[in-house]
Nanobody, 124 residues
Framework: QVQLMESGGGSVQTGGSLRLSCAYS???????????LAWFRQAPGKEREGVSA?????RITYADSVKGRFTISKDRATLYLQMDSLKPEDNAMYYC?????????????????WGQGAQVTVSS
């Protein structure tokens, strides 16, 4: 139903910037008229957590830990996550994800479709 393919990521020093991209495509025969697109991350030994979500009506949600530093956006076929002022605590594998309907406050259990992940490493 949904295909997601990430690119970007890498290693930067504290205070640096990176941009993640996620090419997405939906089944044109899908019965769903709206989809949520979101970014999650998972650090070693920790649970996967929501970073930012973009509703189909344009509303955006950010986790408190990234507000003012990360920016989510999309164009017709690609979801982006611009990450500025990166900190060592942002070290994680980042995943783009999607689900039919609304974003449900980035409840990870509600998301059905996932990208393969992109590693972000921030050194102090």
């Amino acid at each position: 139903q949904v295909q997601l393919m990430e690119s970007g990521g890498g290693s930067v020093q504290t205070g640096g910037s990176l941009r993640l991209s996620c090419a997405y495509s939906y089944n044109p025969n899908s019965r769903y008229q709206r989809y949520c697109l979101a970014w999650f991350r998972q650090a070693p030994g920790k649970e996967r957590e929501g970073v930012s979500a973009l509703e189909s009506d344009g509303r955006i949600t950010y986790a408190d830990s990234v507000k003012g530093r990360f920016t989510i956006s999309k164009d017709r076929a690609t979801l982006y996550l611009q990450m500025d002022s990166l900190k060592p605590e942002d070290n994680a594998m980042y995943y783009c994800a999607s689900k039919p309907g609304w974003c449900w406050n980035m409840d990870v259990s509600k998301f059905h479709y996932w990208g393969q992940g992109a590693q972000v490493t921030v050194s102090s």
